[in-house]
């Protein structure tokens, strides 16, 4: 890694955090699509069935 | 009174919108968004880290710019998106304009917090301390808590239909007092502190940190609307679902 | 103009007849009064710099209390609904409702203010100055009042969101209303302050009584 | 306008009324049509959307389909026709704190009725001698005869009554029948929805509109 200077500690917890939150955001987003959908196809299954 | 009638304007605008329709062209969407953001971030993070020099009165920390700024314009894009949609509710009742405003309400919170992380990061080295009441981040802290009012609105409401219009209304409303919060803030700042010689975002950057600022900017706005086009897809399901639920309740109670 | 006295005239009327929110509302303020100099302590000269800083606080989280009580009442028993086919369109009634509002909530607030300024040592000159910036001040809080009760008029637990949605909004009214006050950079400042304090009661009055009114149509639906 | 003059002729005109609350379509394709001189009875089971049907046509809830209200020769800019009606919900609309004087006062001042007939309009409601008791004070049924009162206080060609007869006794439902009688033979236009049946008098035109839970 490149000579991040006196400060260094700040500038990685600047980014750990970022991308921490960043990722998280990507994370949870995607895992809500999927949710969504099984419990569409769920519903979807049941009228289907139950109707 | 007389023959109030609503009829659906059926212009292609709102067809294309139509949410079966929405559903079916984002899908072409979202793998080549997701490519573009994470090239970008690597050519961004690569420029950040490797290949720009530290800035002659920042030093290192310029670093820090590159993930602060980019988080700090989109907490403004992001109210700007949520505005416009709020406007496509209210006047133009455009069926997915709610939809993309709740479904960027969240993103913005989390883009402002990060901002907010971030600067004050950066002003530990900088200023000394890591709150510093200047004009900037107190308009950024500000916002943050606009949208912490709008999504607790969003979150009471049960029924998310007549929600809709009510926030919309609410987050025209923010739109309005943005600036002048801004400007009071700035007034106020120029208050106490007659002039920090440091602006937040420094002085006129030199080319060499305009290149990875603007890739960075670029990776987290791809990013965004990547996610809000998947946040604004996993809305419209829930709606098919929870219709689905509805109906299950009136069967089963028609039923026993 | 026969509906918009008979409003008016039914609202304070039974504002004060059900007297109770008037003494809880200044009974918070001097509460306030009374734990703000505990917690920083007795120590004159400090609260006295504070004072214009604490009193327009204590005005604005005081005014917040009622704040969801403006339409709820008519919305429960009905009113809202008939007014629906009375003389008066929902714009003019939301305006009935802000001056209620504003006589019933920030009038007695600063009429108590001077007991304020005893508890907070703040001499005549400041107290006076306070009184004029928050006479020119609230009307814009009152406003931004009036469209968070109308946003959240038919919400369950409404009362809790209302003030959280008007404090960010509020704050330029008391950036301008304290800097009025106690001039930092000599009476100049001042001036600049009252102008902004007013212009922005102005153009919230004016524009608040439509943004409510369509807040309340739409969660009426 | 004296309180047994005719009023001008009233069309009612609704096609294909449909209404959502929420996620749930209450009203599916209404139709109905109307004129002076007619008593409405709404029938059906809870949840048919009675009131649903009201609120509609007194335009407090967005519907799709059309309401058409027309009244003969009428200047609308003078008297602006959502003007014309009186909408009394199954809530009363009275501040418990104020006198039953002061309420109906106040109503009478809203929709441009007349003051002076408050005393008439409660000795017809039967609470003649309650006009300066705090209204929280009365019963629940007593409230409701106030909240009725409003009626006889101003002269509107169309009435919409959601229950009406809710909380009242035998003697104050033959008064509300006496009250509809009286309003549709000047040529008034009356949409009431109820579960126990008014029975106006034998030379009033009824037609009865029964809802069924979509």
Redesign the interface.
Known sequence: MIDLGPHATFIIAAYAIVSLVTIGLVGVTISNVFRQARRLERLEAERKTGA | MTDQSETISSNWFSQLAHPGMFMRWSAYLIWPLGLLSIVLFAVGLWFAFFHSPADYQMGETVRIMYVHVPNAWLSQFCYGLMAVSAVGTLVWRHPMADVSMKAAAPLGAAFTAMALVTGSLWGRPTWGTFWEWDGRMTSTLILFLIYLGLIALWRTFEDQLRAAKVVAVLTLVGAVNIPIIKFSVDWWNTLHQPSTFFRADGPKAPASIITPLLTMTLAFTVLFLLLHLLRMRTEVTKRKADRLEHLKIARQQKGA | MRAFWALLVRDLKSASRAGGSLTTLLAFYLSLGVILPIAIGPDKPLLASLGPALIWTGVLLSSLLGLDRIFVADHEDGSLAAFRHSRLSLSTISFVKLIVHWLTTALPLIVLTPVMGVLLTIDLQTLLSVMLTLLLGTPAIAALSLVAAALSVSLKRGAVIAPILVMPLAIPAVIFGVGAAKPLLGAGQAETALLYLSAMSLVFVAFAPFAAALALRLSQE | MNPSAKFPQITLNIKGLQCKR???TVLAGLDLFAGSGTFVAIRGPNGAGKSTFL?AV?????????????LADWDYDEHP???Q???V???????P??TVR?NL???A????GSRDRIGDALNAAGIGQLADVPAGAMSKGQQRRCSLARLLIAD?PIWLLDEPTSALDKSGDKWIAGLISDQVRRGGLVLAATHRPIVPDDDINIFNLDLEPV
Do not use: C, Q, Y
Request: hydrophobic share 50%.
């Open positions: 929420g996620e749930r609120m007194a335009g407090l809830l967005p519907f799709s389909g059309e309401v058409s209200i027309a026709l959502h003007e009606m009186l909408f919900t199954h809530l009363n609309a009275i501040k704190e104020l002061e006062g106040f109503w001042d809203m929709v441009d509107k």
